[in-house]
């Protein structure tokens, strides 16, 4: 069955790096276009980053523009989210999510991310 | 960026009931670009309802979505127990993707 599972979360310190990964199953990773999408402690969902199917483009949310990039190796069918200079702010839950047609249809179940010193 | 205003924050209701929630855009938003997701305590979400009115694979027909423009409606015609939950609009405009803030059906 079509499937999403992030991974790489943890505490990490303000200022220092991280990144999480998202592996597909189910499948044909290289056909779809993917997300990150965070949700904070509470609060409601914001959406990150995507990048196309192709990798041809990428486009990020202002908040995390210049800090965090988002890649894919398809050879692993996996995604990636580098998030750099971290803030108490980029904690969250993040979650992976297949585009179709420019909305999220699959979603993983997400993965912890904490910023602490 | 398009912001999206969900109404009411909260909405307390009655298994059985009907219940109809918005989602206002502060700029014209193409219906093929609208989207409605659940989500459950502790779960991700759940895409419910795409193109502002089709239905995702196996969602229920009591879920219906309606809407052009600037205003969009989701519509439970029968609230069945696990309904309750909180409820995103979502769209895409200008290389951006946004979230409402969300809208919680809580059981009155």
């Known amino acids: 069955q079509v499937q999403l599972v992030e991974s790489g979360g943890g505490v990490v310190q303000p200022g220092r790096s991280l990144r999480l990964s998202c592996a597909a199953s189910?499948?044909?990773?290289?056909?779809?276009?993917m997300h990150w999408v965070r949700q904070a402690p509470g609060k409601g969902l914001e959406w990150v980053a995507v990048?196309?199917?192709?990798?041809?483009?990428?486009y990020y949310a202002d908040s995390v523009k210049g800090r965090f990039t988002i890649s894919r190796d398809t050879s692993k069918n996996t995604l990636y989210l580098q998030m750099n200079s971290l803030r108490a702010e980029d904690a969250a839950v993040y979650y992976c999510?297949?585009?179709?047609?420019?909305?999220?249809?699959?979603w993983g179940k997400g993965t912890t991310v904490t910023v602490s010193s | 960026e398009i912001v999206l205003t969900q109404s009411p924050g909260t909405l307390s209701l009655s298994p059985g009931e009907r219940a109809t929630l918005s989602c206002r855009a502060s700029?014209?938003?193409?219906?093929?670009?609208l989207a409605w997701h659940q989500q459950k305590p502790g779960q991700a979400p759940r895409l419910l309802i795409y193109?502002?009115?089709s239905r995702a694979t196996g969602i229920p027909d009591r879920f219906s979505g309606s809407g052009s423009g600037t205003d969009f409606t989701l519509t439970i015609s029968r609230l069945e127990p696990e309904d309750f939950a909180v409820y995103y609009c979502?769209?895409?405009?200008?290389?951006?993707?946004?979230f409402g803030q969300g809208t919680k059906v809580e059981i009155k």
């Open positions: 189910g499948f044909t990773f290289s056909a779809f276009g």
């Open positions: 990048i196309w199917y192709d990798e041809s483009k990428k």
């Open positions: 999510g297949r585009d179709y047609n420019f909305y999220m249809d699959v």
């Open positions: 700029q014209s938003v193409s219906s093929n670009y």
């Open positions: 193109g502002a009115s």
């Open positions: 979502q769209q895409f405009g200008g290389s951006l993707w946004t």
